[in-house]
């Protein structure tokens, strides 16, 4: 069964499908504009066949024409504009692509595969109808059609692998099409550039002799790790050059170019700002009865339990907290205009499944999901939670901590949880671990809230001495699934860390500290391919005199003094605000917060990296 493209050529589809790609898959480490998938091949698979000497050669050859054609497009380039200097003629002004067109990745966790689309519709009806395929977003940019400086790139389907192949080498195509009767020509897939130049960057390729196919990357630190770390790839050089996201300001995240500014905070300090952000917790029990979802109003046993969806008291209807939320942030203004925001949910609620396991954070939380009972309660709640938010623009923060409790036990995949079971409407096909409950969360934000942001949080307690550990324990989850990572930076000021009854202890910053902990940030960040989004991070200042909800921290002042660094680190968002009612709110901190959120609106923002 094959599905058709746009431009009318042909992709793999269907059981063919499984087969595009394989097994001894780099390590991916892309940037947030280059979405990556998880790394090491899963139990059970085939094994690499053999290396064909004879095909290997082939392979060798038809590089060489390409690397050759390449490298004299770029001559000819320079030679031009040798001239062109010499004559005195002006040069023309390099200008942005405007008819981007975006190419999508997927990874198969049957098979271990990458698969890639430029079709939207294509796209769509993987996510719908083929649930061993995980989305991972956009991959890279390619360019619609063949304007000036771009040339065809040419697609090739490899009857045997079921991997496909792509060149924009004229004669690399032809070779192929005498040599390797295998692979089916179909067609221009998209239009590069032969050439490098200002707004356009290389895509990497690499040749896997055990697999007879080729592996490409959009991302310069995937490529290098792939170099370093995979020498069974080859690295053949570059493909050819695609567009970037910076020329025009395209890289953005939920709908911004600039890194975002929000936090927690009352109305009156979110309208006296550009605020992009605003954010809560969502914890508790889940509903003890499917009938509190469907109510017309909170009964009187739903509001007395405690359940989050009734926390608004008997004369609500249950889940106003999240649509009072969303109305109220889409109702912001500042300056006299319009200011929506977005609602960004820390949804908590495994901390609670733990105490109705009898054991609390962290064993609890990881009992609690290999329980069909008490999962089905979380997965029902977690539904009705998607449901309520809908169509509205919000983020998601999945589980603080809990993934830090799941590492602590090893993979990801080993620590078991009874996915399919606890929720067959949505997941019934998932793994049945703490890997496959992370995708089936993730999945079903994409089913209920379509417009919605899904955030892995990382916990990753032990970063300093066990940095790969983390990134692939991440890698093993899924967080490439999701559409950005979380970090919180600290539960509570540094001041009020320093008092002797509350330990004494330094949680303040030095530059040395910071750029440790944001090179940590980046590293997940480009291991992962998507972006960092920073939570709860301290309102407090020095100007603070260190009593109730006033005292000193230096975060705030150093983020803002290093926006650089902080776009530099894949951040998308710094969202402020106090992690336990003694802290300092922005509300309190004497306009710190607002003012230098002013002030950086008024600079034109960070633009994304």
């Known amino acids: 069964m094959k599905m058709f493209l746009k431009g009318g050529w042909l992709l793999c589809f269907a059981l063919v499908l499984t087969g595009c790609g394989g097994n001894d898959r780099p390590v ?105 395929f995980h989305y991972e977003g956009q991959a890279f940019w390619a360019v619609a059609t063949g304007t000036t400086g771009m040339s065809p790139v040419y697609r090739f389907f490899n009857r045997q692998t079921g991997v496909h192949f792509y060149t924009i080498s ?42 007879g196919f080729h592996f490409y990357s959009a991302s310069a630190a995937e490529a290098d790790r792939v170099r370093n770390e995979l020498p069974q790839y080859t690295y053949e050089g570059v493909a050819y050059y695609l567009p970037t996201s910076e020329d025009s300001s395209v890289a953005s995240f939920m709908g911004s170019t600039k890194v975002l500014i929000g936090g927690a905070m009352p109305d009156a300090i979110a309208a006296a700002a550009p605020f992009e952000v605003r954010y809560r917790y969502i914890h508790s029990r889940p509903a003890a009865s499917p009938a509190y979802y469907t109510d017309s109003r909170c009964s009187a046993e739903a509001a007395a339990s405690g359940w989050w969806g009734c926390w608004g008291g008997t004369w609500v209807a249950p889940g106003n907290d999240v649509t009072y939320e969303n109305n109220r942030a889409a109702q912001v203004t500042w300056q006299g205009s319009p200011r929506p925001q977005i609602f960004f949910w820390t949804w908590y609620s495994l901390r609670d499944l733990g105490d109705m396991a009898g054991h609390g954070d962290g064993p609890g939380e990881v009992e609690a999901i290999n329980r069909q009972d008490l999962l089905t309660l979380y997965m029902n709640d977690y539904r009705f939670f998607l449901q309520k938010i809908g169509n509205s623009r919000n983020m998601i923060d999945l589980e603080p901590d809990f993934w830090g409790y799941v590492r602590s036990l090893g993979n990801p995949h080993n620590v078991p949880a009874k996915v399919a079971a606890a929720n067959p409407t949505d997941c019934a096909t998932e793994e049945n671990s703490a890997a496959g409950l992370a995708r089936c969360l993730i999945s079903m934000a994409r089913k209920y809230a379509p417009n919605t942001a899904v955030g ?24 490439a699934n999701a559409d950005f990572l979380v970090a919180d930076v600290s539960d509570r000021d540094a001041g009020w860390y320093a008092l002797p009854e509350h330990g004494g202890y330094n949680n303040f910053w030095t530059d040395e500290k910071a750029a440790a902990i944001l090179a940590f940030y980046k590293t997940m960040a480009e291991t992962v391919g998507k972006p960092m989004v920073l939570w709860q991070i301290p309102v407090g200042n020095m100007a603070q005199n260190n009593t109730i909800n006033h005292f000193q921290d230096d975060k705030v002042d150093w983020f803002f003094s290093h926006m650089d660094q902080v776009a530099d680190a894949h951040i998308a968002g710094l969202l402020f605000g106090a992690g336990h009612h003694e802290q300092t709110g922005p509300e309190h901190d004497g306009g710190n917060l607002v003012n230098k959120t002013v002030n950086l609106w008024n600079a034109g923002g960070t633009p994304l990296r």
Request: hydrophobic share 35%; net charge positive; aromatic share 10%.
């Open 456 to 479: 892995m949080h990382v916990s990753c307690w032990d970063w300093q001495n066990n940095l790969q550990g983390c990134r692939q324990d991440y890698l093993n989850l899924g967080a």
């Open 28 to 132: 991916s480490s892309a940037s947030n504009r280059s979405a990556s998938a998880s790394s090491g091949p899963s139990s059970g698979e085939p094994q690499p066949a053999a290396s064909d000497p004879a095909l290997d050669k082939i392979w060798r050859q038809a590089a060489q024409l390409s690397t050759t054609e390449l490298q004299a497009a770029t001559e000819k380039l320079a030679e031009q504009r040798s001239l062109a200097d010499r004559s005195g003629a002006s040069k023309s002004k390099a200008k942005a692509v405007t008819n981007r067109l975006a190419v999508y990745r997927f990874f198969n966790s049957q098979t271990s595969a990458h698969f890639y689309t430029s079709s939207a519709t294509e796209r769509d009806s993987v996510i719908a109808s083929l649930p061993q």
């Open 170 to 211: 004229d004669s690399e195509r032809d070779f192929i099409l005498t040599n390797l009767p295998q692979l089916a020509y179909e067609g221009v897939a998209y239009y590069a550039s032969k050439t490098a130049g200002t707004g356009l960057s290389p895509l990497y390729r690499f040749y896997l002799s055990s697999k």
